[in-house]
Nanobody
Framework: QVHLVEAGGGLAQAGGSLTLSCAVS????????MAWFRQSPGKEREFVAALFRGGVRTYYADSVKGRFTASKDKVKNTVFLQMNSLRPEDTAIYYC???????????????????WGQGTQVTVSS
């Protein structure tokens, strides 16, 4: 089993920054691909970023490309999402997700991930 715990959410002003973290515990061998998703009220959960196959390559949603950076500290088994130039439309609950054998075509599909954190709220004021 894998346990994911997000932290670092909160309130930021437009143009500001926040850093989210996701601590991974349990069978970390089952977390080959780590990803961030977000969900706003009334909307479906959407892909934000992913560290594919241990971070061999990192992928981003077009809406956050150039503003957000995903990274992983392998020693601490923690994944980060550095969010800069925040916009009000970035307001959402942010979730950390993991999967062991995800294929590239499933990278942006929430249902294809086996493990999820509880989420952390990010609110960006204008």
């Amino acid at each position: 089993q894998v346990h994911l715990v997000e932290a670092g959410g909160g309130l930021a002003q437009a143009g500001g920054s926040l850093t989210l973290s996701c601590a991974v515990s349990g069978r970390t061998s089952n977390t080959d691909t780590m990803a961030w998703f977000r969900q706003s009220p009334g909307k479906e959960r959407e892909f934000v970023a992913a560290l594919f196959r241990g971070g061999v390559r990192t992928y981003y949603a077009d809406s956050v490309k150039g503003r957000f950076t995903a990274s992983k500290d392998k020693v601490k088994n923690t994944v980060f999402l550095q969010m800069n130039s925040l916009r009000p439309e970035d307001t959402a609950i942010y979730y950390c997700a993991a999967d062991q054998r995800l294929i590239l075509s499933s990278l942006r599909v929430p249902d294809d991930y086996d493990y999820w954190g509880q989420g952390t709220q990010v609110t960006v004021s204008s």
